[in-house]
């Protein structure tokens, strides 16, 4: 094969480009794009450097992907990472008419330039054992289908019950079943949790007796929803995780069990020939 096309067709070079590209959007980020705030000549040129990094590194990947579609035909799409790469690119190649169009000012244009942060995905073919990495993920995403499912119905009805009661009394926070919902949701994830019955409590003019009912109500789904919900959840996924470090364990406690029931049977006869 041509040095040419080994180019752009042989993982070890894409590495260096989408980890180029991460590094140029990551200089990026430090200035505003060109056209939103009139800048500097010093601050212009770097924009424009890295904008011009970024441009390459789109144009790479475009001739990557054409290549490889024909030198893999068919068994190009059969691999899921390489649809994976061939999405990114197409979200990535709006970038490549900017120079002529500018597309700043369109909002779609900014969620499409966020699809070439996820090439960086790509990087996850060097860590070692992947495949098993990825299948222990998704096997703990099955099995905690359930317990997130029972945790998010438990934080909607908590939530609906949140703005029946505090919904007049709170209505930045409680005010309609979106806010209630959010309100509650930030309650379940426990950090900050007592700021929300703190500043439904606040002024001392409520009655003692309604401000001790809030701060048990808050308790209880800290309790329920935090502590144990979330406790329950992170068990069963971890738990999922590292079901394939017990695999081979299990597979030689079995082949023990096997030899100790041959060796049983293989006594069992010798003690039947002995005593006939």
């Known amino acids: 094969m041509p040095s040419f096309i080994r180019f752009f067709t042989e993982d070890r070079y894409s590495y260096f480009f989408i980890i180029l590209n991460g590094f140029a959007l990551f200089c990026l980020g430090f200035a505003k794009e060109p056209g939103t705030i009139v800048m500097d000549d010093e601050n212009l040129f770097w924009v424009m450097i890295w904008f011009g990094v970024d441009y390459l590194c789109v144009v790479y990947f475009l001739i990557e992907a054409v290549f490889k579609i024909r030198l893999f035909g068919k068994d190009y799409w059969r691999d899921g990472w390489n649809r994976f790469d061939f999405l990114v690119l197409a979200v990535s190649l709006p970038v490549l008419v900017e120079p002529i169009f500018y597309l700043g000012d369109f909002r779609v244009a900014t969620l499409l330039r966020l ?162």
């Open 115 to 276: 699809g070439r942060l996820f090439r960086l995905f790509r990087l996850l073919r060097i860590i070692p054992d992947r495949d098993r990495l990825i299948s222990g993920v998704t096997r703990a995403i099955r099995s905690s289908i359930g317990v997130f499912l029972a945790l998010f119905l438990l934080i909607f009805i908590i939530s609906l019950g949140s703005n029946f009661l505090f919904g007049s009394q709170a209505p930045e926070l409680f005010g309609n079943p979106l806010k209630s919902f959010y309100s509650t949701f930030k309650v379940f994830t426990i950090e900050g949790w007592y700021e929300i019955p703190e500043a439904m409590t606040k002024g001392g003019d409520m009655d003692p007796l309604w401000t001790t009912i809030v701060r048990l109500f808050f308790m209880a789904v800290v309790l329920i929803c935090g502590i144990l919900g979330l406790s329950l959840a992170n068990a069963v996924f971890v738990d999922e995780m590292v079901m394939d470090n017990t695999e081979s364990l299990e597979t030689k406690v079995d082949h023990l069990t096997q030899q100790v029931k041959a060796l049983r049977e293989e006594l069992a006869r010798y003690h039947q020939d002995r005593d006939g």
